[in-house]
């Protein structure tokens, strides 16, 4: 993002389907924990509240004693409540679900309650003679499914012999020696794109796939399985894209990369996005919040 920050190396930086969201998080510390001896059960197992479409909340042990507790929710819901970031977040600890309030009895925060918009965004043209944007570099979607690690490895994995190539010489010729890579990469998020959007507009029938369906194919696309090479697309991904409404429209996108770089989204963009404002005044988010 640095690059499409600078403008002329990049194309453009798009607002991405989920950029209205704002999360608030801490550590906590006096929490309940599952003590089974199972993998479902474990101690030490990242749980996700799901509360009603775009409410949710995290609950990821960091060690023996501590533990991230995260409230995701629309921004506007934030600024209608007219609460302190604090005041917000304690609240929510409470009502955003009853298995998150069971589980942290006693609210007892080690750090500072800490505020981040959810920086959605995707950029086009992030690959071209001398430079390769790998991962949230150049496209995150949302964190839900905590997607972001792995895809930023294996698009590391996968640039490293294209980059090894070029310089031995590989493409020097081309106007984007990378287009090849570019396209492979959106490909795959797409397929993350496409799961997330399904979840939210859809999660009856999302649930019904991945118990039921499509487990397989499920359990390939969480494990982040999403490549061309790796039996995608699917016909988990199929479904998803009929309940979308995106038959076709997905392939007809990969003819050009004028348009398979901006952001289908389902949430609320359902046109193209609108482009990122660089030059915002607001430098973070606890500026952009103000005194409360």
């Not at 397929?191 to 019904?208: G, I, Q, R, T, Y």
């Not at 309940?243 to 963009?269: A, C, F, M, Q, V």
Request: charged residues 25%.
């Amino acid at each position: 993002t640095w690059l499409a920050n600078l403008g002329g190396f990049t194309g453009p930086k798009y607002l991405g389907a989920y950029d209205k969201q704002i999360a608030f998080f801490s550590q906590v510390t006096n929490t309940v924990r599952d003590n089974g001896g199972t993998r479902e059960t474990d101690k030490d197992n990242t749980i996700i509240f799901y509360q009603k479409k775009f409410h949710w909340g995290w609950f990821i042990p960091l060690d023996e004693e501590v533990v991230s507790v995260g409230i995701v929710c629309p921004s506007a819901y934030f600024l209608d409540k007219k609460e302190s970031k604090r005041d917000f977040y304690i609240r929510e600890l409470r009502e955003l679900h009853p298995e998150l309030s069971r589980r942290i009895p006693e609210i007892k925060l080690v750090e500072d309650v800490h505020v981040i918009p959810n920086y959605s965004y995707q950029v086009n043209g992030f690959c071209g003679k001398g430079f390769i944007c790998i991962g949230d570099a150049h496209r995150f979607i949302d964190p839900i499914f905590s997607f972001g690690l792995t895809v930023t490895m294996r698009e590391g994995q996968f640039a490293a012999p294209i980059i090894r190539g070029y310089l031995e010489g590989a493409n020097r010729d081309k106007p984007n020696p990378f287009a090849d890579h570019q396209l492979f990469c959106e490909m795959g998020i797409d397929v993350l794109e496409d799961v997330l959007d399904s979840f939210w507009e859809h999660p009856l029938s999302f649930a019904h796939c991945v118990y039921s369906r499509y487990t397989e194919y499920m359990t390939d696309m969480f494990a982040g399985r999403i490549y061309g090479h790796e039996r995608q697309p699917t016909p988990a991904l199929h479904s998803f894209r009929k309940l979308l409404k995106r038959e076709g429209e997905r392939e007809r996108s990969y003819e050009t990369s004028d348009l398979y770089s901006i952001p289908i989204g389902s949430r609320y963009h359902p046109e193209r996005a609108a482009i990122w404002e660089v030059n915002s005044p607001v430098e973070t988010t606890e500026k952009w919040l103000g005194p409360r």
